[in-house]
């Protein structure tokens, strides 16, 4: 079993969760909030991995990380409401309590990124687990080369992060979004991330890239950026899939022959062509 399991056994259980105490909601958009969780225990975890977050009575899910690690023990977590339990963890307020298990998966590896440009392509919520990559890139601005981000959403309001895309600017990212939707405020650009490579300066041979959205948009940017010189196992992406025990025990998650909650979620573009990952 992978995974980083010792920080988050209870009573020797992995089943049991810690207890996340809700210090702080931000509203980002009107279905998807930041909720600032502490835990009894400060728990280490990297970008890419994820935790199976719970509501007593509503079930469980798994959710990435979408912060850097903290002194504080305060993992933070992007939530879209779309069903039972997410509806359940939008219901609740600072103070109550949400458990928590893991982190889990393998996390986005890091050291390819060493000495190069990196693009980053986010569509729609997919740049909850991304968001602590740009935080690290931006934390040490000598260990890669130029960063870019494309960004895309569905319409301007449900822009995640949107004060925070600002500071990113300023702090030296690249970043282009688009929307497939426009309104009467925006002036910006309209279609999807993949028609924007162009805005892209770099040279994409020895450049990374890492993505994550719609299954659509992953499959697509990672075809456009192969044919466009990356290496397959520069690009990098993270999956979704249906998951129960998150630990590689009751195969909810299987895609060809690899687990995504223990083998990934995070995988290089090689990987899924090689071993048949998606369909
Ligand atoms: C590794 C991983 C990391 C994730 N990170 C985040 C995150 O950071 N933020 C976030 O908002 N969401 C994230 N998700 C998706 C999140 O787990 C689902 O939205 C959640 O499980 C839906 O639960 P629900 O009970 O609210 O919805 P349900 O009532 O179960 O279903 C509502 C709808 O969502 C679909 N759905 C349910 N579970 C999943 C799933 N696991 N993947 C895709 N579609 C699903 C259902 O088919 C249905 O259409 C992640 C999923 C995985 C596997
Ligand atoms: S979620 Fe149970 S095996 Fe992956």
Known sequence: MKGNLKNNKKNGNIYIPLNGRIEEIIQLTSDVRLFKAKTEIPIDYKPGQFFMISVWGSGEIPIS???????????????????VVTT?????????FVGLRGPYGNGFPMDISKGRDVVIVAGGIGIAPLRPLIQ???????????????????????IIFRDEVEDWKKSGI????????GNDNWNGNIGLVTGFWPEVRTNFKNAVAYICGPEVMIKAAMRDLFFLGMPDDRIITTLESHMKCGVGKCGHCYAGPKYICTDGPVFSY??????????
Do not use: W
């Open 88 to 96: 359940a963890i939008h219901s609740l307020q600072t103070g109550q």
């Open 136 to 158: 690290q890139f931006i934390k040490k601005p000598n260990e890669t080369g130029k960063v870019t981000l494309l960004y895309g959403s569905r319409t301007p309001d449900e």
């Open 270 to 279: 090689k990987e899924i062509k090689e071993q048949s990952i998606l369909k």
């Open 174 to 181: 690249t970043v282009v979004l688009t929307v497939d939707k």
């Open 65 to 83: 990380v979408t912060s850097l690690p903290e002194k504080n023990g305060m993992p933070e977590l992007c939530i879209r409401k779309t069903g």
